[in-house]
């Protein structure tokens, strides 16, 4: 059974820094992209990032860019996002997801984890 | 930077055909891909690369694509149905991919 768990979320100040992580089980982890995608609350959804099985090719959203590094670990079977500078905007429930192979498609996700950036 | 439009809201009574429309500028090259998102929970595929279903989802929901519009069409719509939809897919570069703004369809 496919599973992606996130965690590292929390309450963290304006400017300040936080690391989510996303430990995928049930599949082989090397072989798919994987992405980031966020929802503040009550919004919509936001894609984020990408980042391919061998991290050849990575793509941000400009809302993040500069600020936001996707990277992964095949031999953790691991996801992270580490979020610098982050700002009040950036508060939102954090998902990963699988990419299908050959498409955009995100077919798994995670149940999210809760950023707040708060004073 | 690229959007995908999607209308606020959709209502339509069970057993009634319920559209969503999804306008997007590179639709004419980029699949549209569609989510289902119900409170609380993590969005759900419900159609990929135009009309096609994953296993599991019911033959109720379709999708189809014109141009700069794409549609998902729940056909005979349940109450389990109701819920926050939003189409998916990439700008022209494919690499930037973008969430359409959403409906919420309610079943009553």
């Known amino acids: 059974e496919v599973q992606l768990v996130e965690s590292g979320g929390g309450l963290v100040k304006p400017g300040g820094s936080l690391r989510l992580s996303c430990a995928a089980s049930?599949?082989?982890?090397?072989?798919?992209?994987m992405n980031w995608v966020r929802q503040a609350p009550g919004k919509g959804l936001e894609w984020v990032s990408s980042?391919?099985?061998?991290?050849?090719?990575?793509y941000y959203a400009d809302s993040v860019k500069g600020r936001f590094t996707i990277s992964r670990d095949n031999a953790k079977n691991s996801l992270y996002l580490q979020m610098n500078s982050l700002r009040a905007e950036d508060t939102a429930v954090y998902y990963c997801?699988?990419?299908?192979?050959?498409?955009?498609?995100?077919?798994?996700w995670g149940q999210g984890t809760l950023v707040t950036v708060s004073s | 930077s690229y959007e995908l439009t999607q209308p606020p809201s959709v209502s339509v009574s069970p057993g009634q055909t319920a559209r969503i429309t999804c306008s997007g500028d590179?639709?004419?090259?980029?699949?549209p891909y569609w989510y289902q998102q119900k409170s609380g929970q993590a969005p759900v595929l419900v159609i990929y690369?135009?009309?096609k279903r994953p296993s599991g989802i019911p033959e109720r929901f379709s999708g189809s694509s014109s141009g700069t519009m794409a549609t998902l069409t729940i056909s005979g719509a349940q109450v389990e149905d109701e819920a926050d939809y939003y189409c998916?897919?990439?700008?022209?570069?494919?690499?930037?991919?973008?969430f359409g703004t959403g409906t919420k369809v309610t079943v009553l």
């Open positions: 997801a699988r990419q299908l192979v050959h498409s955009v498609a995100l077919d798994y």
């Open positions: 049930g599949f082989t982890f090397s072989s798919y992209s």
């Open positions: 980042i391919s099985s061998s991290s050849s090719y990575i």
């Open positions: 590179a639709l004419p090259k980029k699949y």
């Open positions: 690369e135009d009309s």
């Open positions: 998916y897919s990439t700008d022209s570069s494919g690499n930037h991919s973008v």
